[in-house]
């Protein structure tokens, strides 16, 4: 059980209005797809990639358990707060299509983003983001990205992590990283982004995601 000064804290960072503690919502982010059930002590909504930040670096400091969660239609039980402590959903802010670059082929998205928003988006200018999980009309980019989401179309054109181009992320203590490039030849330095990729949220949380695009199919069936 979380003490409730700690509480007061993050009222007081993200506002009443962006972090509850009551049965309802402690139940409704309770599950994902497993049907397991474990309830957390608070849930907050981070507005932003500084909230993010700020709430990563105060939990790491007071040993709180953090669990970022997308839409909770996952089958692994990444989303889930086994251990009790905070859930950080990110769909009620961070979920914000930033740019979609046609000239270059790619698409710059928050966590929160729906897969089937962004297919639709894409497709409206003549473009085309393959990933389909079966969960994509609810699923989100960020939990694709933990999960590795693959779907009907991967056989032709691959999973998520083959269009996961870089990523910003808030690692446990506070700080926070960018990781590749929006370009399609970059060779210097580790894979971070592609360790991130099917973590689960264990190492960071995904505040921005790059992803390629590719040509619209002038035919589908």
Request: glycine share 10%.
């Amino acid at each position: 059980m979380i003490d409730t000064k700690h509480i007061e804290h993050f009222t007081q960072l993200v506002g009443d209005e962006n972090i509850y503690s009551d049965k309802a919502h402690l139940i409704a982010y309770s599950y994902d797809a497993t049907r397991e059930h474990f309830e957390p002590d608070a849930v907050i909504f981070p507005r932003n990639e500084e909230d993010v930040s700020a709430i990563l670096k105060y939990c790491n400091e007071h040993k709180i358990i953090i669990v970022p969660r997308g839409a909770g239609s996952g089958f692994t039980g990444g989303a889930l707060p086994s251990h009790g402590g905070i859930v950080l959903a990110m769909e009620k802010h961070m979920n914000k299509i930033l740019e979609i670059d046609m000239k270059n082929m790619v698409a710059i998205v928050q966590p929160g983003v729906i897969n089937m928003d962004l297919q639709r988006a894409v497709e409206e200018v003549g473009l085309f983001y393959p990933p389909d999980p079966a969960s994509q009309d609810y699923s989100t980019i960020g939990g694709n990205v933990s999960e590795n989401a693959g779907g009907m179309r991967a056989a032709k054109y691959g999973i998520t992590k083959d269009y996961v181009m870089a990523t910003r992320a808030v690692l446990p203590n506070g700080d926070v990283i960018k990781a590749g490039k929006r370009t399609i030849k970059d060779v210097a330095g580790y894979n971070i982004s592609g360790i991130l990729i099917a973590s689960e949220g264990t190492l960071a949380v995904l505040t921005e995601i790059t992803l390629k695009l590719i040509p619209k199919p002038k035919m589908t069936k």
